[in-house]
Each structure stands twice: as C-alpha cells, then as structure tokens.
C-alpha cells in the first residue's frame, strides 16, 4: 500500500471522518454531504459583536458602508477557502501545522493568544445573549449573563448526538434569524435604489474610516480559522487526487453560499440602521440597546423590536456552539492535551462570564457596550497571529504539492494579510490611546505600551520565522517513540479483592474473578455497610443489616472455598471508597474487581457513584465487571 503523503495524527479526533461520502450517491447529495462546516463558521461572521459596527455604520453614514461589508465578506471567504484546503490536503488544521512550524516558546504565546481570542468572541456572545433577554423579557443584564451559562449542557447534547445534528442545528437558528429581518426590511421598505448606491466605494470622513476598519476586525474572526481547517476533516474522502480536487471544490461552494447569507444578514442590519435611523436624524445609534427602543418609535409598531432583540438571542446562542469546538482545537494542536469537552465550555463560558459580572457589578450596566467593543478589539489584535500563518501553510509548494496556491492567489491572500494588519494595528492604536488619555495612570501607560511593542515583534516573527526556517519541519509525534517504552513480564495477579454489593452485577463479578484464577489465588471478599445505624455512629454496630450482610458473605465464601481457593471476607463500614482502599492495602492486594452497579447517569448520582472514585484511591489495576 502506497504511503498517503498527507497522512497525520487526527484533528477533532472524536468527529474526525464521521460524514461519509458514499461513491453510491447521487451528484447532489453527495454535494449535499459536504455542505455544513461553513454554517458553523458562518455564525462568526454575525455574531453580536457585529451588529454594533453595522448599527454605528448604518445610522451616522446610510448606506455608504455597504462595500465594506462586501468587501470584508470577500476577503473573509478567501480566507476561509484558504482552510478548507488546508486541512483538506495537509489534513492538519491551523493549531497542528503551527505546532510544526513554529519554536515551542512561539507555539505557547499563538496559543495564548487564540485563547484570549475564543474568550472575547465568546464574552461578545454572552453579552448579546443577555442584552436580547434584557430587552425581550426585561431581564436583569447581570442575570442574563448567568443565565447564558445553562447553554454549556445544550452544546454538551449536540455534541453526543453528533457533528451532522450539529450542523443541521446552526442552519435553523441562521435560518431563523434571516427570517427576523426579512420581515425587519419589510417593515422599514428601505429604497433599494440607494441601497445599491452604498455599494461604490466611499469614505465621507475620518469617522467613516474608522467604522469601517471596525466592521472589518469584527467580520473576520481568527478563531474561525482554527475551526474551518478542522471541520472539513469530519468528512470521510479518497486521498487521490481528483477526490480532493472535488473536496476543495464542494467545500468552496458551501463557504460561498454559508458566508453570503452571513453577508446579507449583517448588510440587512446596516440597511435597517440606514433606513430607520440616518434617514430620521439619528446619526449616533450604536448600542444594541438604543436600536431596539427606536425601532418601536420609529416604525411605529412593536413587532420590529421583537424581531430584531429574538435574533440577537438566537445569533448569540448559535455562535457561541462554536466557541467550544474552537477551543478544542487550539488546545489539542497547541498543547497536544485533550480535556473532557464538559469542562472544556466549563471554563471557554467563565472566562467570558467573569468579566462581563465584575464590569457589571463594579461599574454598571452602562458599561456593557463598552465591554461588547472592548471584545472586538482583541479580536482585532488576534487576527493577523492566524491569517499569516495560513498563508505561509498553503504556500508551501513541498507540503500542498499540487495543491499550493497559485502565485496571484498568492498576491491576493497578501495584500489581505497587510490591509488587516494595517487597519487592525490602527484600530488598537486607536483605542490604546483613547485607554491612556482616559485613565491617565503611569503603570497602566507603560504596560499598554509595552504590550503593543511586544505584539508588533511577534506579529513580525510569525511573518519571518517559516521563511528563515523554511527546510526545517519539527517532528512532533503524538505518542512518545515505542524503543523507549520498557515492558516488564506479566504480572500474576494472586491476591485478588473481590468488591460485592449484592445486585445483580456480582455474578459478572464473580466470574470474572474465576476467569483469571489460578493455583496460588487468594479472593478477598468485601462488602460495606451502610446501614443508617453504621452511617450514625461510622462503624459496626452489629443491626439486622450488618448481620443479614455477614451471613450472605459467609456464602461467597464458601462458594470459593469449595472450588479449593484460599479465600478470606471482611466487612467495610460506612464510607464505600475508603473502606475497600484500606482493605486493598491491608491484604496487599495485586487486583481489585467491582461490579458496575448496573446503573448510570442520574442513579449514579443518587445512589453514588463508586468505580470512578475507587480508580484514584487504590494502587493497584482495578478491573470493572459489566
């Protein structure tokens, strides 16, 4: 068998070829079946922290931003053309190639750095979600935000039912967000005779520009880079090279389609801002808050506020899917460390929830604007630590082969690269100075500026490194080698500790113990009291239970014996875990054999939950029956 050039270790590894892609189809749903990774990226590109650019555009400049948005849902479908072929041909996403690349000093400050940008993304969620809640059911900002914590269980269940009913998800929350404002633009009938004219480019003034460098660092999402180049490895292809040319294509065509929609929803955003507010005189509408109090008096109905604060909700709640599979990735790649998903949104939602909280509490509810832009700029920040990278990846003609970029793509991906470093440097730029002269406090200064200096020679050596080192890959195995694994005899497990609990699950238990025994086996056998007088005083009591127990211990004895095996028993009392770890200990036991307790889930939390607990107690294997 030929060696698969573009074979590695595997991203998202518990997804990772689970769509197949049937030879057996027809030519539309095998186009079908590639359709999806780019709807989860696309929630990025009209999350909340979106819609405040739009808004501010909108309602101070009409129409006359329009080519920015377009212009940026260009440069963004490039990009992310740019990982879908990354992790389709290298089939490596970004994390994993930068891990490669770059020296590990470098790899943990990128890694960092994506970190931060997964957690402003998904603090911008957060407070989306709150605000819409606020303003739909009149709830408390602060509680919104807690509030936003319960979705970490709805990822939890998308994520066992698996990455298709994921997708299929995202699609019905965009689906239904387009809806709101289809409705939005039939209520406020914008004049689509201006609307079009918003499309020659323009700037009126210096305010414009900064607006649109605004709608440019909030459109292009570093994070969505990590999770593209990882997505399109959940389908299942052929490594020849006609079914890769085919893969590119097909995913090309769900980025196009999936980031157009994403287009006309933040493009109906401006559109409302244009038509509902600059043409009224409201030229300083930005916050999400004020846009839905005027709606109302502008349109003179209620329906539009509803609609507009219905698909802030759903936009935060469908981004924010997203953040945890993000974070996943960049973990993985990075560190090479993987970390149950549970905890992993865990700590993605507290790292954003903590801040928004103390803002909240310490300086009021009028500050979450502020913080819902303050989110954006580290966004901004991030971006060119992910785009030039990228770049470089999909360059390298060695590494692509047939697949590298063409030189004008080449060209083109650049100057992206240099317009987004160039507006997003200004952008911080902007708002470092705007944080100094507010605040005017000299660690603060100085540590502001140092950190800019800071991110500038980095920004510089991300672009210099991979082309200085170009011949040097760093081998990075996902496991250690297998010469210095040292693999000692068998060992003879002698003394064995039998854990009883007198269900059903002690039959498996039972034969389990005898399916390894040998001449020089000893049993012990275990059972704990738990009886209310033993759970009083915390130790035998000699009550009906502890007698009814010894006696029916006696008799698994006996069974041993009879069968010509060296057997002892020991009643434990009161605490499961430590009774049999002391017991264990005590025999100087070789194995440890627990029955399920054929229950799981929540009779695990009601009844307890021993196996798991027992696994860090003991020193020595221990062997579940089941």
Known sequence: MSKDPYQHEKSLSDVHESVEISKGKSKIKKILSFFGPAYLISVGYMDPGNWATDLAGGSQFGYALLWVLLMSNIMALLLQSLCTRLGIVRRKDLAQCNRETYPRRMNFVLYILAEIAIAACDLAEVLGMAIGLNLLFGIDILWGVLISFADTFLIMYLQKLGMRKMELFIIGLITMIGMCFMVEMFLVQPDFGEVMTGFIPSL??????????????????????????????????????????????????????????????????????????????????????????????????????????????????????????????????????????????????????????LVILIAGESQVGSLLIFSQVILSMQLAFAVIPLIHFVSDKEKMGNFVIKPYMQILAWLIAIIIAVLNIKLVYEEISTWIIKYDVLWLTVLLILGAAGMIVLLIMTFIYPILHKNRAIVLDVHPPFEDLKFDEPISFNKVVLALDYSTSDTKAVQYALSIANTNSHFILVHIVESAGVKYTGESTYDLESRQDLERLEKYAHFFSDRAYQVNFELGYNNRVASIAKICEQYEADLLIVGSHGHTGVKDFVFGETVNKLRHAVKIPVFIAQ
């Open 204 to 357: 009126p003034n210096s305010a414009a520009l900064y607006i649109a460098i605004g709608i440019i660092g909030a459109t292009v999402m570093p994070h969505n880079l990590y999770l593209h180049s990882a997505l399109v490895q959940t389908r299942k292809i052929d490594r020849d090279d006609h079914s890769i040319s085919k893969a590119l294509k097909y995913n090309f065509f769900d980025s196009a389609i999936a980031l157009n929609l994403a287009f006309l929803v933040n493009a109906a955003i401006l559109i409302l801002a244009s038509a509902a507010f600059h043409k009224n005189g409201m030229h300083d509408v930005a916050d999400l808050e004020d846009a839905y109090h005027l709606l109302g008096k502008t349109l003179g109905t209620d329906l539009a506020p509803k609609l507009f604060a219905i698909a802030l909700i759903l936009a935060g709640q469908s981004s924010t899917v997203t953040g945890t599979l993000a974070g996943q990735i960049v973990m993985e790649g990075y560190l090479r460390l993987r970390i149950s998903p549970t905890l992993r949104r865990i700590i993605t939602r507290l790292l954003a929830i903590i801040p928004a909280v």
